[in-house]
Structures are given as structure tokens and as C-alpha cells.
């Protein structure tokens, strides 16, 4: 899809000339399509760059998965293989080819209903950073939108949702929840027809599928017999919030144009799950969001993992533009409710009788600084040199540009803490 148009900033202040580069790939090694803003493109380069497109298309279409998979069910389980260095469910014609290659035998129907297990994650931290839910997670909250009354769920870039809300309805008859899911990651399409996946590109609103996608995501919007919608997303962290606020915005305003009576100036209920680092940036596209504080533990992801031995806290949150008193927390996995501020909280998250509210936003208990007039991390101490709070062996000098991703001071894009 259309590339995206970027400016080098230093200060704060543009500089330079300004050029497209790829959307969805961060580094110039996955995709390295560059181009000046003010830049004549010659025939004979768009000839080749088309050629080049040409070639890197998937080999089958989604049709043709879908019609591959109709094949693939009706075989014995003898002859059901997949593929595991080509991510590809084999018909026996085509295992000659795949001769030399590692593959899985006996594919049952269980392993097709949770293709988020049997692809491998691609963990490619600038591109997919596939980190997938731990089941906990999932189950919190897929129970936490149900609860609220959702029956549909736009799936943005969360497979493994999507593949417990699917195979939850075929198994359980009254469990009455869809999900569409929108992804970049086409080997979906060999697990789920038209209208359960679209090939998707959040960071430009992008349907690979042309119109006939954009109307199956229209059509599922709709809320017909009082179906209500919620959209979930979990975008790679280290994506450009502008460009994702662009796309989200987008699906929202579809949303809106689906309801023949209006929806007011309603918002299409979301839950955007992002590190809490980012909060200000979020903030800063939907004022009407707020951050919970649960936390989001992921399965491959050795960091943002909960329990087991030596627990390590998940930076990942929810934001939502919903009633944050309704986003009901586990007691039992240590959230309280808080009456003044009206929302659960981490245990740790003291309330602060001065800021009003409460403040932390990784779980442990913050402590204020009059000085700042705000409350800070346990382990800062107010440095009257910087005039704030720092680590206590922070050095003085200021870093003087914002980071490139997430446009906070003191660190360089490389150095991201979205990024490690
Ligand atoms: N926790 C989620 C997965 C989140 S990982 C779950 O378990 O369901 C990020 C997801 O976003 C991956 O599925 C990845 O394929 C997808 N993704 C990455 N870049 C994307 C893009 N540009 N457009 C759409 N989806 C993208
Ligand atoms: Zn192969
Ligand atoms: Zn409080
Ligand atoms: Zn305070
Ligand atoms: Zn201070």
C-alpha cells in the first residue's frame, strides 16, 4: 500500500527534504523502498519497482487458500502436512517440492482452529513483532468484552483473539461472539475465509483485498439486531502512533457511517493495547481514552511475562475510550477498585491525597515530589540541577532531541525502551 511521507526533525524543527519510505517495515533491510518527496521518478524505475512488487506477491491468493483449505479438511490425517519452512499447508501433489524441507504430519483439526500455534511467531522486532497473548490474557479479555455486552470484535492485528473467539463459536453453541481479523500477516489467509480475515496494513489503513475487503470490514461494522462492536488492537510497539491514530480514526469513521440513525458523536468503542510509555502520545490523538492497569502478558515475549519465577512486570496496558468504571479488574490477580478515582487499579498504585488520583503506571508505589508537583517513580529523586526528578546517577546535560519513535526526551531512537 501507499508508502508513508516522512521528515527528519531535530529540536522539535523539520529539516531537509522530506521522503516516502515503506509503512509497515521500520528497517530499510525488510522493505527498501526510499524516494525523495520532490524526487522524478524515471520510467524505467517505476518499470522496475513495479516488477519488483510484481514478484514479491504471495504465491496464492486468498481464494486460493481458501479452496486449498476446503481440500486440506477433507483429507485423512495421514496425508495432512504442513510445510514449516514455506508456513504452508501442503496438498500430497505438491510434497514432492517441499521434499527437503522440515514439515509437521497429522495436522488435526484442533492445530488448524489455533494457527497461532502452529505458525511460528515472526518476532522480527521492526516489522511483525508478533507477541501473542498469554491464555490468561486472552481469557481476560475476551471475558471483559463480552461482559460489557459485545458480540463483535474487529480483531486489529490480534490473531490469537480472533482464533479463541472462532474456535469458541464452532465448539460452544450458545457462545454467540464474532471476530473479523484485520492483519498483515497473509498466512492467516490459509485458515480463515473472506469474511473472517482481511490482509490488512495498519499504518495506512491499507486493504490488499481492494474494495471487496474494505466492504467486508464495512459490512461487519454494522450493527445489525443490536450487535454491538468493539474494535481490539495490539500493534507492533515500535509503529508510529501518528500513523496508527490515522488508520484507527479511519476504521472509526467507517463505523460511524455504517448506522443509517447516526451515532451521535459516539465513538466506536476500542481497546488499544500499548505500553504505558506511550500514554501522552495516545492521549494526544484520542483525548477520550484512559489507560487501565492491567497488565497485558504475552507468551513469547521473555520480558512481558507474569508469574513464574522471577516476575517480571508487563509494561503493556489497555487504553479505551470506554467508562473506565466498567473495566471490571481480577481481584484475585491483585486490582482493587479506588471510589475516588473511580477505576481499578494496580494494589500497589497508591492513591495520592495531593495529586487526586492514582498515579503510578507500572504497579509499584510512586511517591510524589512537591517540587514537581507530581507524583514519580520510587527509584527518582529530585535533582535541582535539572530542576525534575531523575535516576539518582542520571548525568545533568539534557539530551537535546526527542527519540524518533516515541518523541520523549533523553534516549535515542536505537535506545527505545519500545523497541527492547
Ligand atoms: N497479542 C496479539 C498479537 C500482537 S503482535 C495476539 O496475541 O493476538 C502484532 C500483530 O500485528 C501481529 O499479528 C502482526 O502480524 C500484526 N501487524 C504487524 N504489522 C502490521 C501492520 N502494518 N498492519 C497490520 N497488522 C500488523
Ligand atoms: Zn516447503
Ligand atoms: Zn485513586
Ligand atoms: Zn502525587
Ligand atoms: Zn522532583
Known amino acids: 500500500g501507499p508508502a508513508l511521507l ?3 526533525t531535530s529540536q522539535g524543527k523539520e529539516e531537509g527534504r522530506r521522503f516516502y519510505a515503506c509503512s509497515a517495515c521500520r528497517d530499510r533491510k525488510d522493505c527498501n523502498f526510499f524516494q525523495w518527496e520532490d524526487e522524478k521518478v524515471s520510467e524505467t524505475r517505476l518499470a522496475a519497482r513495479e516488477e519488483y512488487n510484481r514478484s514479491h506477491q504471495p504465491f496464492f491468493t486468498h481464494r486460493q487458500n481458501v479452496d486449498r483449505y476446503k481440500n486440506f479438511v477433507l483429507l485423512p490425517l495421514s496425508k495432512r502436512r504442513f510445510c514449516q519452512e514455506c508456513q504452508q499447508l501442503l496438498l500430497p501433489a505438491e510434497w514432492e517440492k517441499h521434499s527437503d524441507h522440515q514439515f509437521l504430519c497429522d495436522i488435526t483439526t484442533a492445530q488448524l482452529k489455533s494457527p ?10 521492526k516489522t511483525n513483532a508478533q507477541y501473542l497473548f498469554a491464555d490468561r490474557s486472552c481469557q481476560f479479555l475476551l471475558n471483559l468484552l463480552i461482559d460489557l455486552g459485545f458480540r463483535r470484535v474487529l480483531s486489529v492485528g490480534t490473531p490469537r483473539l480472533h482464533e479463541m473467539i472462532q474456535s469458541k463459536a464452532s465448539q460452544e453453541e450458545e457462545f454467540n461472539v464474532r471476530s473479523l481479523l484485520l492483519d498483515i ?16 496494513n495498519m499504518f495506512n489503513h491499507h486493504f490488499f483485498g481492494g474494495e471487496a475487503a474494505r466492504e467486508t470490514c464495512r459490512k461487519f461494522l454494522c450493527e445489525e439486531s443490536g450487535e454491538r462492536v468493539i474494535m481490539v488492537t495490539d500493534p507492533p510497539f515500535g509503529g508510529l502512533v501518528e500513523a496508527l491514530a490515522f488508520s484507527f480514526k479511519k476504521l472509526m469513521a467507517m463505523w460511524r457511517e455504517t448506522d443509517k440513525e447516526g451515532h451521535d458523536n459516539r465513538e466506536m468503542p476500542m481497546f488499544w493495547i500499548f505500553p ?21 502478558d504475552y507468551d513469547n515475549h521473555a520480558l512481558y511475562k507474569h508469574g513464574k519465577t522471577g516476575r517480571k512486570q ?5 487504553f479505551t475510550n470506554l ?64 530542576n525534575c526528578c531523575a535516576l539518582q546517577k542520571h ?16 534516549h535515542k531512537r536505537s535506545a527505545c525502551p519500545s523497541l527492547s
Open 6 to 8: 516522512f521528515a527528519k
Open 116 to 125: 497461532s500455534q502452529l505458525l511460528y511467531p515472526l518476532e522480527n522486532k
Open 185 to 200: 500477516d497473509f498466512r492467516y489467509s490459509q485458515f480463515y475465509t473472506e469474511d473472517e480475515f482481511c490482509h490488512y
Open 276 to 296: 504505558y510509555f506511550f500514554e501522552s502520545r495516545i492521549l494526544d490523538f484520542f483525548p477520550s481514552f484512559s489507560m487501565m492497569d492491567y497488565q497485558v
Open 314 to 318: 508487563s509494561p503493556v496496558r489497555i
Open 323 to 386: 467508562t473506565p468504571s466498567m473495566i471490571v479488574l481480577p481481584e484475585e490477580e491483585g486490582y482493587r477498585f479506588c471510589t475516588v478515582c473511580q477505576r481499578y487499579v494496580s494494589s500497589g498504585n497508591q492513591h495520592c491525597e495531593i495529586c487526586n488520583s492514582c498515579t503510578s503506571k507500572d504497579g509499584r508505589r510512586w511517591k510524589h515530589c512537591v517540587l514537581c508537583k507530581k507524583c514519580v517513580k520510587p527509584s527518582w529523586f529530585h535533582c535541582n540541577n535539572c
Open 395 to 410: 548525568s545533568c546535560e539534557k539530551a537535546d532531541t526527542g527519540c524518533f519513535l516515541c518523541g520523549k526526551a533523553g
